[in-house]
Protein backbone atom coordinates (compact mmCIF):
# COMPACT_ATOMS: atom_id res chain seq x y z
CA UNK A 1 0.00 0.00 0.00
CA UNK A 2 2.87 2.51 0.66
CA UNK A 3 4.13 4.86 2.88
CA UNK A 4 3.17 8.34 3.35
CA UNK A 5 6.36 10.33 4.59
CA UNK A 6 6.17 14.49 5.80
CA UNK A 7 8.93 16.59 6.04
CA UNK A 8 9.19 20.83 6.42
CA UNK A 9 8.09 21.10 10.04
CA UNK A 10 10.11 23.15 12.15
CA UNK A 11 10.21 26.10 14.54
CA UNK A 12 8.87 29.78 12.79
CA UNK A 13 8.02 32.80 14.90
CA UNK A 14 4.27 34.21 14.09
CA UNK A 15 3.64 35.80 10.45
CA UNK A 16 6.60 33.55 9.23
CA UNK A 17 5.56 30.87 6.48
CA UNK A 18 6.79 27.20 6.23
CA UNK A 19 6.13 24.64 3.84
CA UNK A 20 5.37 21.03 4.15
CA UNK A 21 5.76 18.12 1.86
CA UNK A 22 3.97 14.57 1.97
CA UNK A 23 5.44 12.33 -0.47
CA UNK A 24 4.32 8.77 -1.30
CA UNK A 25 6.27 6.12 -1.34
CA UNK A 26 5.54 2.09 -2.88
CA UNK A 27 2.64 3.83 -4.65
CA UNK A 28 1.19 6.57 -6.62
CA UNK A 29 -1.32 9.13 -5.44
CA UNK A 30 -3.78 8.44 -8.19
CA UNK A 31 -7.28 8.24 -7.51
CA UNK A 32 -6.78 9.45 -4.19
CA UNK A 33 -7.64 12.37 -2.03
CA UNK A 34 -4.67 13.42 0.49
CA UNK A 35 -5.64 15.49 3.45
CA UNK A 36 -3.40 17.65 6.16
CA UNK A 37 -4.83 17.42 9.52
CA UNK A 38 -3.11 18.57 12.77
CA UNK A 39 -3.13 17.69 16.34
CA UNK A 40 -2.09 20.04 19.43
CA UNK A 41 -1.29 18.94 22.57
CA UNK A 42 -4.95 18.21 24.59
CA UNK A 43 -6.65 18.73 21.42
CA UNK A 44 -8.01 16.24 18.74
CA UNK A 45 -6.90 15.47 15.59
CA UNK A 46 -8.38 18.52 13.11
CA UNK A 47 -9.16 18.93 9.39
CA UNK A 48 -7.00 21.57 7.50
CA UNK A 49 -6.90 21.02 3.93
CA UNK A 50 -7.60 18.27 1.50
CA UNK A 51 -6.68 18.13 -2.66
CA UNK A 52 -8.00 15.46 -5.09
CA UNK A 53 -5.39 14.47 -6.67
CA UNK A 54 -6.52 13.79 -10.11
CA UNK A 55 -8.92 16.82 -10.57
CA UNK A 56 -6.88 19.23 -8.20
CA UNK A 57 -9.68 20.19 -6.48
CA UNK A 58 -8.62 21.54 -3.02
CA UNK A 59 -10.79 22.17 -0.01
CA UNK A 60 -9.84 24.01 3.35
CA UNK A 61 -10.85 24.71 6.74
CA UNK A 62 -11.80 28.08 7.65
CA UNK A 63 -9.49 28.64 10.27
CA UNK A 64 -6.46 28.38 7.55
CA UNK A 65 -8.26 30.20 3.88
CA UNK A 66 -5.91 32.38 2.68
CA UNK A 67 -3.15 31.26 4.73
CA UNK A 68 -2.19 28.21 4.00
CA UNK A 69 -2.63 26.30 0.09
CA UNK A 70 -2.35 22.94 -0.79
CA UNK A 71 -0.67 21.56 -4.00
CA UNK A 72 0.47 18.70 -5.69
CA UNK A 73 3.24 18.12 -7.90
CA UNK A 74 2.29 14.88 -10.01
CA UNK A 75 6.39 13.99 -11.48
CA UNK A 76 7.48 14.22 -7.69
CA UNK A 77 4.08 12.52 -6.31
CA UNK A 78 4.34 14.74 -3.35
CA UNK A 79 1.37 16.73 -2.23
CA UNK A 80 2.48 20.26 -0.69
CA UNK A 81 1.13 22.58 2.61
CA UNK A 82 2.30 26.09 2.32
CA UNK A 83 1.78 27.95 5.06
CA UNK A 84 2.16 31.63 5.45
CA UNK A 85 1.32 33.96 8.09
CA UNK A 86 1.70 31.72 10.79
CA UNK A 87 0.41 32.12 14.26
CA UNK A 88 0.77 30.38 17.45
CA UNK A 89 -2.70 28.40 17.34
CA UNK A 90 -1.00 26.98 13.90
CA UNK A 91 1.21 25.21 16.54
CA UNK A 92 0.64 21.35 15.99
CA UNK A 93 1.89 17.76 15.06
CA UNK A 94 0.70 18.22 11.46
CA UNK A 95 -0.23 14.95 9.35
CA UNK A 96 -1.23 13.90 5.89
CA UNK A 97 -3.42 11.29 5.01
CA UNK A 98 -4.88 9.71 2.25
CA UNK A 99 -7.64 7.86 1.18
CA UNK A 100 -8.89 5.69 -2.20
CA UNK A 101 -11.71 7.75 -3.71
CA UNK A 102 -13.50 7.95 -7.11
CA UNK A 103 -15.80 10.51 -6.57
CA UNK A 104 -15.43 14.34 -5.85
CA UNK A 105 -16.27 14.18 -2.27
CA UNK A 106 -12.94 15.70 -0.02
CA UNK A 107 -13.68 13.94 3.66
CA UNK A 108 -12.47 16.47 6.04
CA UNK A 109 -12.82 13.81 9.27
CA UNK A 110 -9.88 11.58 10.11
CA UNK A 111 -11.94 8.50 10.28
CA UNK A 112 -12.58 8.97 6.41
CA UNK A 113 -8.73 8.36 6.23
CA UNK A 114 -7.24 5.28 6.21
CA UNK A 115 -3.56 5.77 5.20
CA UNK A 116 -1.47 8.13 7.24
CA UNK A 117 2.37 9.61 8.33
CA UNK A 118 4.13 9.72 11.34
CA UNK A 119 3.56 13.30 11.40
CA UNK A 120 6.03 16.74 11.53
CA UNK A 121 6.01 19.35 14.34
CA UNK A 122 5.15 22.70 13.47
CA UNK A 123 5.80 25.10 16.18
CA UNK A 124 5.03 28.51 16.14
CA UNK A 125 6.42 31.28 18.68
CA UNK A 126 4.74 34.70 19.53
Known amino acids: QGQLVESGGGLVQAGDSLSLSCEAS????????IGWFRQAPGNEREFVAA????????SNADSVKGRFTISRDSAKNTVYLQMNSLKPEDTAVYYCAAVDSYTTYLPRSPPEYNYWGQGTQVTVSS
Open 26 to 33: GRTFSSRV
Open 51 to 58: IKWNSGRT
